[in-house]
């Protein structure tokens, strides 16, 4: 078999699977805004509108000031980073110091490698058999870690099945890491059931296991939590009322298990997915609309939800990674206090994090290329001074949300790196040499103050010509 | 206009039907047709080609699904006009970038590629994509499927496209020890 055949026999994959990539891309025609259907709701929304738009210029201004005020300046490193080169032996550690301020060590490494979502360890995937294998750096050496992992067998009921579900895990440094390729799944009746788990933001005595099935009877997700301990499974969702939706998905859980967050649809042509809010506790589950004052477009794209931390919730219109403006709203949980964090803001992007649910900052880049970090929960805003966005200006925020690493990168050649300390307000940052032609294939945190690139040493050369992945790995400490 | 009643159009032999699908799916079967061949005009080209294709194709058909049907269409006309055109020209376009990356998953010596039918091993596919979480079914559909370069990939996942990149190699990891596991390779 050949590439060419595999990318032909493409074509004729199930047409649920397209349609599904068809929306991520954005594809599919936005479907019509959901109807309001009572009047006293229409009301309460309006009116709720209208104190928000009040609200939405009040901060506005009270914004502005702090905009001013705030505004951090690159430190360059005086000197160079000269990249050592890469040593014959695979797995032996170089160290340097770059400018008396930033700690390195390079380790070339065979095959493929990547991070656990910036959570302290490195991940290398066996070629044969999948497997994951765990890494960390420790007194220049790579030490591997979870080699003492558990396995716990449990099971989920759903829709009158049982989905039997394996899970392989293990702590380190007071952090779950999973593997992948666990879970469960079943088929049955013309229906398929497949369970994934997942972490749950810091903690390590639960997993969420997040569900999706599809065919005959129902096409929706739904999520659960697991016990590490002993292997119980918590419905947690049961008895908010989200069993009225025809389909729901997207499902995040406050790190509490206090809150839940959904999407869905009541089985309406057209209607969309509209998010709600339940509470986990009172049972109950309200559409982010009518809690936060709000008209929420329903149409696929048109918004995104996400927790900040347990007791707030972000709101974005239009989401983040759209070209449009978009505006951004903090939903104090407890209290019920909406604040207007960006308001029609253009060029706001989301910074990328580790976790795909979070966006707690943002970059905001001005005509001139000036970059300012926006917080979204309370839309403090910082200019950083000293650089230029550039295609390849790219940020990566670290679990903490105290620290920014920043790259430039051009032609797959990471020309600067630096790091932004919110806390401390300093941003320094070093420019790189001797990289050759290497493609700087990954930048990443290794943790919360460790930055890690990884540099393909085999760049630009046919595929089949050597033998396996081989990569130089630089840590990074500022 | 529904879907329904633009396959309607199309039963009924009314050349509205063209432009009603033009307004609703063109400029979808254009992201396709341009991920392909990298090229306005050869692009352009295809989504015609793609129009004609569903006219002559319904009837006798009757597609649940026109976005899908059409999708598959342009999909199978850029491909082919990749493959015919001249040396110089199909190095452009996203395809020797995904044969390069799928080479990797189907790299095995002997392969009984005669014996397997298209339609076998889209069924194996599909067992594969069954068995992965959600983000990454969409990313490697989105990838192999739609052709979509990686970068644009990255923007509609909020990721990066070096974290876009890391998850396909690992999708294409697990394929080869699926295809290896269902005898395909």
Known sequence: ?478 | MEDSRIVELYWERSERAISETSDKYGKYCYAIAYHILADPGDADESVNDTYLGAWNAMPPHRPSLLSTFLGKITRRISINRWNSRKADKRGKGEIPLALDELAEAVSAPGSPEEEVTAQELARCIDRFLTSLPKEEQDMFVCRYWFLTPVAEIAEKFSASPSKVKSALLRTRNKLKVHLKKEGFM
């Open chain 1, 1 to 478: 078999m050949n590439a060419k055949y595999l990318l032909d026999a493409m074509e004729g994959i199930q047409d649920r699977y397209i349609i599904s990539a068809q929306k991520r891309l954005g594809y599919i025609a936005a479907e019509k805004k959901a109807r309001i259907h009572s009047a006293k709701r229409a009301f309460a929304v309006a009116l709720a509108a209208v104190l928000v738009l009040i609200c939405t210029v009040a901060a506005a201004m009270a914004v502005s000031p702090e905009f001013r005020e705030a505004i951090m300046s690159l430190f360059q490193l005086g000197e160079v980073e000269w990249v050592p080169d890469v040593p014959e032996e695979a797995s032996e550690v170089k160290q340097i110091t770059i400018g008396g301020e930033v700690s390195a060590q390079y380790v070339k490494v065979d095959g493929s490698w990547g991070t656990e979502r910036g959570q302290g360890l490195l991940q290398q995937l066996d070629a044969e058999d999948g497997q994951e294998r765990f890494f960390d750096v420790v007194n220049g050496g790579l030490v591997e870690v979870g080699v003492d992992a558990s396995e716990i067998s449990t099971a989920v009921s759903w829709y009158g099945r049982t989905i039997h579900v394996h899970l392989r895990f293990f702590a380190y440094n007071d952090m779950l890491y999973l593997y992948n390729g666990y879970g469960g799944s079943c088929e049955e009746d013309s229906m398929t059931f497949v369970v994934d788990p997942e972490r749950l933001g810091s903690r390590a005595d639960v997993v969420l296991l997040r569900g999706e099935c599809y065919g005959s009877e129902a096409d929706t997700s739904w999520a659960w939590v697991c016990d590490l301990k002993t292997g119980e499974v918590w419905d947690v969702l049961a008895g908010c009322g989200i069993e009225r939706f025809a389909s729901i998905e997207g499902v995040q859980l406050s790190e509490d298990l206090k809150h839940a967050l959904i999407r869905g649809w009541d089985g309406t042509s057209g209607s969309g997915m509209t998010p709600y809010l339940a509470d986990l506790e009172e049972k109950t589950c309200i559409p982010l609309s009518e809690l936060m004052g709000l008209d929420i477009p329903a149409a696929f794209g048109s918004y995104e939800a996400a927790f900040y931390d347990s007791n707030t919730v972000l709101l974005a219109i239009a989401p983040l990674w759209r070209p449009e403006p978009s505006s951004v709203w903090a939903y104090h949980i407890p209290s019920g206090m909406v604040t207007p964090t960006a308001v029609n803001e253009e060029g706001l992007a989301k910074i990328d994090s580790e976790d795909a649910y979070d966006w707690a900052l943002a970059q905001k880049v001005d005509e001139n290329g000036s970059v300012t970090i926006v917080d979204l929960r309370t839309g403090k805003q910082v200019k950083l001074e000293g650089i230029t966005a550039t295609d390849r200006c790219y940020f990566k925020v670290n679990s903490a949300r105290t620290k920014l690493l920043w790259v430039d990168w051009v032609d797959n050649r990471l020309n600067r790196l630096g790091v932004i300390d919110l806390e401390n307000r300093t941003f320094k940052s070093f420019e790189r040499e001797n990289m050759e032609l290497r493609y700087n294939e990954a930048v990443f945190w290794l943790d919360d103050n460790r930055v890690a690139t990884m540099m393909n040493l085999h760049s630009g050369e046919p595929y089949g010509s050597y033998p396996a992945g081989e990569y130089y790995l630089c840590v990074y400490e500022f």
